[in-house]
């Protein structure tokens, strides 16, 4: 069973950066497409990026664009955000997720979760 533990959040000042790191264990992570997802306070969860099994492909929400690169370790068996500039509005859960599959920004396809790592951007 594929089991997955994000690390990285914490409390950054607008414009500062950070890392979240998506580690795997049970199952290699090298057949999975893995995307990051994130929940504000009273919404939804939306897909913020996405990278195929191999790494090659990757896909950011227009909101992030420019400003977050995704990126995977297969040997560690880990996948990364990393996040610069970054805003107030980032401010949310962020999850990461797996699946046997394309990528996709759509988390109705995902089909392993980890419970989440809190970011929080103020001043």
């Known amino acids: 069973q594929l089991q997955l533990v994000e690390s990285g959040g914490g409390l950054v000042q607008p414009g500062g950066s950070l890392r979240l790191a998506c580690s795997a264990s049970g199952v290699t992570l090298d057949h999975y497409a893995v995307g990051w997802f994130r929940q504000a306070p009273g919404k939804g969860r939306v897909g913020v990026s996405c990278?195929?099994?191999?790494?090659?492909?990757?896909i950011y929400a227009a909101a992030v664009n420019g400003r977050c690169t995704i990126s995977r370790d297969n040997a560690k068996n880990t996948v990364y955000l990393q996040m610069n500039s970054l805003k107030p509005e980032d401010t949310a859960i962020y999850f990461c997720a797996a699946v046997w599959g394309m990528e996709t920004l759509k988390s109705k396809f995902y089909d392993y979760w980890g419970q989440g790592t809190q970011v929080t951007v103020s001043s």
């Open positions: 990278i195929s099994h191999s790494g090659g492909s990757t």
